[in-house]
């Protein structure tokens, strides 16, 4: 991920746009369905600006986030020290996938939304970030739909880019932030956590009806809501959620003793 402070401005932006807060509900109401009622320790992979970091937080729990880039860990914490109810539950960590200090420590929830379409092959990311989930916790992944490339080109018109897509079968096109991106099928997503222990849970596709709007789509709060509630409920029904431009594939870590 390389370079990526180049681009933390454009994420900003889009995070804090009606479609990219689309992605942030969709996410954060499933992580908050499956959490434990009480606090538990999240560590956040690539927490960006710290958006889910600071949900997290905001719902009871204790968060590590964690991110290579120095200028997105410095947006991050210009956040969280505007939020200082949050702050005793919140640090910040500047380390990659490739160098997470947590030899010794396991966490109830793992999450890493938006990383592995950065990176060559989902494996080594998928096995570190298992081993570091406590007995009974939760992995939670955001990565791009492999299944789905090709649609947003086409439904935002770019017909003679969504052939190509289509007919390559690629797993790879230009992502929001203006850089290739590589996408993952949902089941080998499921595969990959299955071999090494852990019990994928249902998974739901994210930004299905809204993804080829652009970020100056500004809906009323009313409008907003209804466009929120008809793609969660389409986020767990195929064939809506194999359209889905992201997915999120969660999966459990069963407690010592139990099937």
């Known amino acids: 991920m390389s370079g990526f402070d180049a681009v933390g401005a454009a994420y900003s932006a889009h995070s804090g746009s009606a479609r ?5 509900d969709l996410v954060e109401r499933r ?7 009480r606090p538990a320790r999240v560590l956040d992979v690539g927490c960006g600006n710290g958006e889910m970091t600071l949900r997290l937080a905001a719902a009871g729990h204790q968060v590590t986030g964690v991110d290579p880039s120095a200028a997105m860990l410095a947006a991050a914490a210009d956040r969280v020290a505007g939020r200082p109810d949050l702050a005793g539950r919140i640090e910040l960590v500047d380390a990659g996938l490739e160098r997470l200090p947590f030899d010794r420590e396991r966490f109830d929830a793992v999450c890493c939304h938006g990383v592995l379409m950065y990176l060559d092959d989902p494996g080594l990311a998928v096995v570190r970030l298992a081993g570091l989930v406590a007995p009974g916790g939760l992995l939670s992944v955001l990565a791009k739909n492999r299944r789905a490339i090709g649609v947003r080109e086409a439904l935002a018109g770019d017909y003679p880019t969504a052939h190509r897509l289509i007919v390559s079968e690629t797993d790879r096109s230009t992502g929001n932030l203006g850089r290739e991106t590589r996408g993952d099928a949902p089941e080998a997503l499921d595969r990959l956590a299955a071999g090494h222990g852990l019990v994928p849970l249902p998974w739901q596709g994210v930004r299905i009806f809204h993804d080829h709007l652009d970020d100056i789509w500004a809906p009323e709060p009313a409008a907003y809501e209804a466009a929120l509630e008809v793609e969660w409920e389409a986020s767990w029904r195929s064939p809506y959620r194999e359209m889905g431009h992201l997915v999120h594939a969660l999966v459990s870590l069963p407690e010592r003793g139990r099937p």
């Open 31 to 37: 992580l908050l369905a499956e959490l434990p009622g």
């Open 20 to 24: 990219g807060r689309l992605r942030h």
